[in-house]
C-alpha cells in the first residue's frame, strides 16, 4: 500500500472549476488560487446565504481516540464520495488543518488513503493562508495592548488577559515574560485555540465579525472594568486582516467530490468545529452535507451543538459515530502491540465506550444514530460480528465501511443507510439550557455525558466565575480537556467510574460567546515530541515534498 | 486629490494572464491568485534561468530619507511605466511589502497616486502570503531547538542564538524570557530582518535554498561549538514551507506594467533587496528591470552591491538617485512645517547629502548615475533651477518626474534618459575586497560611504568577533543602522562630520552569508507609533477596505 502522500500525488485533479460546477457554481463564484483551490467570493456567499437551506446535514463524530486511530475524517470523505457514487448530490464540510501537528506526532488532517482532500500537501501546509490571517488579527491586538500601555497607558491597564498566538506546536512559548513596556507574564496558544479562531468559526458575516472582535476582552483596568478590543479600536483592522480568509475555501476529495475547507479550532482546547459561514453556504449548494465535529462525541459533538448550534439555530439531522474495532480492543484493556489479535471478550468490554457515545448521541441530543465501523484488514469476522450484535441490541446499525482502501465504493452500505435515516423526522435538543449558571452547565455536561460524579473548581477558577458574574451569564462553555478519555485523565479508558471533572481555570471569550473551562492538564499550547514528524520532510530535486503524513 | 487607496481602488485591472502576456509567458507559466496576482511556476522559473539574461538593470536609490518623502517606490513604478509608454519592454522588481508597518506610521508600501502596484490591499496585508511561510519556517526551527532541548539536549546546547520572528511592530517582544525548558532571555525580530528572509532573497535556487537553511547557527554547545539547524534537520521541513512562497509574484502597476515582487528584507536592520530569483527571472523577460534598494544608498544600494551582487555576480548597468526638493531643504535644516516655503539657501546646503550619495554609486560603486527629481507642486522653479545646475556642475543630469500625479507620462523625459544611459559601457564594481578582515570592511564602508572618521566595537561586539572568527571570513558585512542619516544617529542630517561608526552587536548569519552588524540604537523589532494607523482602518458593509494607506 502507498503512503497518504504517495497517492496524494499520484492523483490526476479535477480543475476546480469542474468541482464548482457540480454545485451550480461560476467561474465568477471563484476567487482561485491555482488550479485546485479556491475561495468562494464574499459576493457568492451572501447570495446563497440569502437563500433557503435544503440539505439534510450530517454530523460524523467518534469514540473517543486512541494510539489505534479511528479515521473519522477518512469516514466524512468516504461517506460523502460513497454519497455522490450512490447519485446523491453531496458535499463534505471539514476544518482546515493546523501547521502544529503537521511538524509533531499527529501528522496532517486530509485524511487517508483513498479517502482523502487535496491538495494534501498544500492544505497541509499554508493553503490559503486563513490561519496566518487569524494569527495576525490576534496578535496585531496583542501588539496594540503593550503598545497603548507604553504609551502612557490612557485606558488605565491593570492587568493584561489577551494572549498571542502560533500556529506551531512551540512549548516553550507557554508561559513568557515579557519585559517591556511592563514586565509580566503572558504567553501563546496555538492558533487553533485561539478566540479569533472561535469567532472567525461563529461570526454569521462580516459585521458580526466585526462586532465580535470589537467585544474581545483584553484585560482588566486598575477600577476593575474590562478594557475590549473596541477600545484599542482594534476591531477595523483585525476584519482587514481576515476579510479574505473569512471566504470558505473549496477543494476537491480523490473522486472529485467537493469540500468545503474552513476554519479549524482543535476540539480538545477549543470548540472543534469548521466555520458557521462554511457550513451554511454548504447547506446551499447540496443535497447532503456531511460535518465533522473534532476527537470524540464527548468534545467535538457536544460543542457541535451546545456552542454552534446553539448560536446559529443550525441543527443536524443524524449523527454517524465511526469506530474500530482495534481501538474498541484497545478501550477493553488491549495494548497497542496486541491489537492484530483477536480478542473478542476485550472487544465485549470497549464497545462501552461506543454505547456511551451512541447513548449520548440519542438521549441527550435527540439524533438519529447509525455506526460506521471503519474496516481495517486484521479485523476478524467474528470480531465484526459480536460489534453489530451489540449495536444492533442497542436499536442502532453498524455499517462496515472500506473507504480507505477503496474509496466512495468501500462506504457505499453506510451512504444509503445515512440518506435513508436522515430523511426520518428528528427532534435535536441541546444538552441544557442557557438561563443555567455555569457550574450548573458544567455539570450537567460532565455527569450526563462524561459519567462523572460532579465538578470542582480550582481557587483561581473560583475567582474567575466571580470575576465574570454578569459578563458569563446566558454562555455556553467550552470544555478544554484531554480527547483520550470521557474523563479529564488521558489514561483513563473506556467508560471510567468514579470521576470529577476538574476545572483549573476559566477564560471569559465575549467574542466567541463562550467560557472555555481548562480541565485536568491539557495545554492549549502543544509540544512537539521527542522524533518530531519535521525531521522526515524534504522538498526533492523537482519541488516535490516528501515525508508528509 | 484622492487617496492613493482610493486611486488603486478606482482602477480597472486587466487579468494577470493579459499582464503576463506581455512578458511573453503563457497561462501554465502561472500560479494564479484570484484575478490579480500570480506566481511563476518553479519550472517555469527554472526554464527562464537557464537562458541568457538580456535585459539592463537599473537600480534605483535615493537620498537619506527624510519626513518629507521621497517616493523611491513610486519613481520605480513610474519609471517602468514611462519606459513602456515609451516603446521600451520594461519590469518592475520590488520587495513584498511587510505587515509591521501597514498598522503603525509608514503604512503600505506599493508606490502612491498614480504609480502604484495593484492590487494595493492585497499586496500591503498577505499577498500571496510569503512572508508567512518565513515567519512559519523561522519560527518552527526555533520550536525544534527548544523542544530538543526539552527532550534531553543531545546536542548539548549552552546557549541558543536563534530568535523567532513575527511580521508584526511588537516592541513587546523585543525581548522576553523563555521559562521551559530552562529559563533564557531571547526575543522576537520582525520577519523582514529574519535571517530566513535573506536566505529566501539571496538563494538561487530550492536545492540552495536548502542548503542554506541547513547551515543556519543556531546556538554554541558546552563545547564551544557552532550547533547548526541541519544537526536539528530543520531545513527539508523548512524548505516545504518555503517551497510555493519562493516562486515570484507577478502584478500590474496601474498602467498594466508588469511588476515581479519578491521577497522583503528592511533595508536598514536586514540587507534590503527583493529575491535574487525575482531579479535573475526578470532579466529574462524584459529588456530593462527597474529595481529598487531600500532607504538610502548609504543602506539599500551598498548592500545591494555588496551582498546581493557579490554573492551572485549579478551588475546593475546604472543607477537613479531620487531626491525630493523638501527632503534636500530638510537636510538643509529646514523644519516640517516650513517645507512649503522656497528656501533656496537651505536647499544649497542640503543639496550635499544628494551629492554625497551620487559621488558614493559613481565613484565606490562605478555605476553612470542619473538624478531623479519626484516634483511635488510646492518646488518653486528657482528651487529646481538651482539644483538641475548643482547635479550638471557634477556632471551627471537632473530629471523632474511628476508620476506621482500623472503617472508614466510625468516619467517620460527621466526614461529616455534611462533607456540612453543604460546603453553605455559601464564597470560596476564593489567596495571592499573579500580577504579583508570584518572590522577593515566596516571602516571601508564607515569611511567611504558614511563619511566617518572610523569604527569602534563594543565590549560585546568584540567578544562576537572572536567567537565567530574562522566562520566568518570572507563574508560581506550587513550594517543595520538609521535610515535617517549617513550616520548611526538619527538626528544627524546631510552630510554628518566627525562621527564614528559604533557598532553594538554583531551577529553571524551563516545561511544567509553575511555578518549583521547592528550600529547605534537601532532595533530590530520596530515598535508602533502612539497612533498606530490601524485605528483609521475598516472593512465596509460591502467587504472594501478603508483607510489603508
New interface residues.
Given amino acids: 500500500m502507498s503512503s497518504d502522500i504517495e497517492i496524494a500525488q499520484a492523483a490526476t485533479l479535477r480543475p476546480i472549476h469542474d468541482i464548482a460546477q457540480r454545485l451550480g457554481l461560476a467561474p465568477t463564484d471563484l476567487?482561485?488560487?491555482?488550479?485546485h483551490m479556491a475561495k468562494l467570493t464574499?459576493?457568492t456567499v451572501n447570495h446563497l446565504h440569502s437563500q433557503p437551506s435544503r440539505a439534510k446535514l450530517i454530523l460524523v463524530t467518534a469514540i473517543n481516540p486512541t494510539p489505534a486511530g479511528e479515521g473519522k475524517t477518512t469516514t466524512t470523505v468516504g461517506l460523502t464520495d460513497a454519497l455522490n457514487l450512490a447519485g446523491y448530490q453531496a458535499l463534505a464540510c471539514l476544518r482546515e488543518p493546523s501547521?502544529g501537528p503537521v511538524?509533531g506526532m499527529k501528522g496532517g488532517a486530509t485524511g487517508g488513503g483513498y479517502a482523502q482532500v487535496v491538495p494534501m500537501?498544500?492544505i497541509n501546509?499554508?493553503f490559503t493562508?486563513d490561519f496566518?490571517?487569524i494569527?495576525?488579527a490576534n496578535?496585531?491586538l496583542?501588539?496594540?495592548v503593550?503598545?497603548h500601555i507604553?504609551?502612557?497607558n490612557a485606558l488605565q491597564f491593570d492587568q493584561v488577559s489577551w494572549r498571542?498566538c502560533?500556529?506551531?506546536?512551540?512549548?516553550?512559548?507557554?508561559?513568557?515574560?515579557?519585559?517591556?513596556?511592563t514586565s509580566y507574564d503572558t504567553g501563546f496558544d496555538i492558533t487553533v485555540a485561539s478566540e479569533v479562531m472561535a469567532i472567525f468559526c461563529l461570526a454569521t458575516d462580516?459585521?458580526d465579525l466585526?462586532r465580535r472582535l470589537g467585544r474581545v476582552q483584553v484585560g482588566v483596568s486598575q477600577q476593575g472594568k474590562p478594557i475590549l478590543a473596541s477600545d484599542?479600536?482594534?476591531e477595523?483592522?483585525m476584519?482587514?486582516?481576515l476579510?479574505?480568509a473569512f471566504q470558505p475555501n473549496l477543494v476537491q476529495t480523490l473522486e472529485g467530490s467537493p469540500a468545503l475547507l474552513h476554519g479549524g479550532p482543535f476540539a480538545n482546547i477549543a470548540h472543534g468545529c469548521n466555520s458557521l459561514v462554511a457550513t451554511q453556504t454548504a447547506l446551499r449548494l447540496a443535497d447532503y452535507v456531511v460535518t465533522e465535529a473534532g476527537f470524540g462525541a464527548d468534545l467535538g459533538a457536544e460543542k457541535f451543538m451546545d456552542i454552534k448550534c446553539r448560536q446559529s439555530g443550525l441543527r443536524p439531522d443524524m449523527a454517524v459515530v465511526v469506530a474500530t474495532v482495534r481501538a474498541l480492543k484497545y478501550h477493553g484493556g488491549v495494548e497497542v502491540a496486541d491489537l492484530n489479535s483477536e480478542n473478542l471478550p476485550a472487544l465485549a468490554v470497549g464497545i462501552d465506550n461506543l454505547k456511551k457515545h451512541v447513548d449520548n448521541m440519542r438521549q441527550h441530543f435527540g439524533l438519529p444514530v447509525l455506526v460506521a465501523l471503519n474496516h481495517f484488514t486484521q479485523d476478524t469476522e467474528a470480531e465484526v460480528a459480536q460489534l453489530r450484535a451489540a449495536v444492533e441490541s442497542w436499536g442502532s446499525s453498524l455499517h462496515v465501511c472500506k473507504h480507505w482502501a477503496e474509496g466512495g465504493k468501500g462506504a457505499l452500505e453506510l451512504a444509503h443507510a445515512v440518506a435513508a435515516l436522515a430523511q426520518q423526522p428528528a427532534n435535536p435538543t441541546l444538552l441544557y439550557e442557557d438561563h443555567l449558571s455555569l457550574p450548573e452547565k458544567l455539570t450537567v455536561i460532565a455527569q450526563s455525558l462524561y459519567g462523572a460524579d460532579g465538578v470542582t473548581l480550582s481557587e483561581l477558577a473560583q475567582k474567575q466565575l466571580l470575576d465574570m458574574a454578569g459578563a458569563s451569564d446566558g454562555l455556553p462553555v467550552c470544555v478544554a480537556k484531554t480527547q483520550y478519555s470521557l474523563s479529564s485523565d488521558a489514561k483513563l479508558r473506556n467508560v471510567p467510574q468514579n470521576h470529577t471533572l476538574h476545572v483549573r481555570e476559566l477564560r471569559l471569550s465575549r467574542g466567541a460567546g463562550f467560557v472555555v473551562a481548562i480541565c485536568g492538564d491539557i495545554m492549549t499550547m502543544p509540544?512537539?515530541?521527542?522524533q518530531?514528524a519535521?525531521?522526515?520532510?524534504?522538498?526533492d530535486?523537482s519541488?516535490r515534498?516528501?515525508?508528509?503524513s
Fill in positions: 476567487h482561485v488560487y491555482g488550479q464574499q459576493a501547521l511538524f500537501e498544500n501546509l499554508h493562508g496566518h490571517a494569527s495576525a496578535n496585531l496583542a501588539a496594540l503593550d503598545n507604553y504609551h502612557g498571542r502560533m500556529d506551531m506546536n512551540d512549548r516553550a512559548l507557554r508561559r513568557i515574560t515579557i519585559n517591556q513596556p462580516l459585521a466585526t484599542l479600536q482594534a477595523g483592522a476584519t482587514a486582516l476579510k479574505d509540544g512537539l515530541p521527542k518530531p519535521s525531521g522526515r520532510i524534504a522538498v530535486d519541488g515534498i516528501l515525508g508528509l
